[in-house]
């Protein structure tokens, strides 16, 4: 196991049982390599409770596996593996920053992990994870717009009918653009979200 994926592991782990990160590990984060350290700084920031650095480094390329960990420790610690998600709108922004300030970071690295948690349990949608996932759409898409519409939505949209729990199949409905949401995937998330709260929303929306 290499030392990034020691760092990730239990991070992960400590995350998921307290939602907090030891001091511990979080000073081993400072054992990976320059690629590792560079792909990490933020999300370490971010988990461990310290204020965010955005200054420049020296490396200008990380590994993508590193990059989607460090996303998806980051939403491990705003509690989206719980049906009670924790955030505001600063620390959304925050997020979402931390994930395109890593050297070739991109929005794919915030909604591919985003997509990993969200079709981990087959529960209904509460009421707070529905609200983060419109409050997340609607950040990435009005102050990130030029990120947003690189995303490769075609791969995105495939993604969420793989497994299709109801918090994927309401994230593809605000977030996969219109000409991305083909008539088969309409289909998937109406027939999913049939029952709950959000079937009239839904509706509209793929109305429209």
């Known amino acids: 196991m290499t030392k990034a994926e020691q760092f990730t592991t239990q991070a992960e782990a400590?995350?998921?049982?307290?939602?907090?990160?030891?001091?511990?590990?979080?000073?081993?984060?400072?054992?990976?390599?320059?690629?590792?350290?560079?792909?990490?700084?933020?999300?370490?920031?971010?988990?461990?409770?310290?204020?965010?650095?955005?200054?420049?480094?020296?490396?200008?390329?990380?590994?993508?596996?590193?990059?989607?960990?460090?996303?998806?420790?980051?939403?491990?610690?705003?509690?989206?593996?719980?049906?009670?998600?924790?955030?505001?709108?600063?620390?959304?922004?925050?997020?979402?920053?931390?994930?395109?300030?890593?050297?070739?970071?991109?929005?794919?690295e915030v909604f591919n992990p985003l997509l990993d948690l969200l079709g981990e349990s087959s529960n209904g949608l509460s009421q707070p994870v529905a609200q983060f996932l419109k409050d997340l759409v609607v950040l990435c898409f009005t102050r990130y717009r030029k990120e947003y519409d690189s995303v490769p939505w075609a791969n995105l949209a495939e993604t969420v009918s793989l497994r299709p729990t109801q918090a994927k199949c309401y994230f593809g409905l605000h977030a996969i653009p219109p000409q991305y949401m083909t008539s088969e995937l309409a289909r998937l998330i109406s027939e999913r979200l049939s029952g709950t709260r959000y079937w009239e929303e839904a509706m509209n929306v793929l109305a429209v």
Not at 51 to 57: A, L
């Open 14 to 108: 400590e995350l998921r049982t307290t939602s907090k990160v030891s001091a511990e590990t979080c000073r081993s984060s400072r054992d990976l390599d320059a690629e590792g350290r560079a792909a990490f700084a933020h999300a370490v920031n971010f988990i461990c409770g310290e204020q965010g650095d955005y200054g420049e480094t020296a490396v200008t390329a990380t590994r993508p596996t590193d990059r989607l960990t460090a996303s998806r420790l980051m939403l491990l610690k705003l509690r989206l593996q719980t049906p009670d998600p924790r955030w505001s709108s600063s620390i959304l922004d925050r997020y979402v920053r931390a994930v395109l300030a890593v050297p070739g970071g991109t929005l794919s």
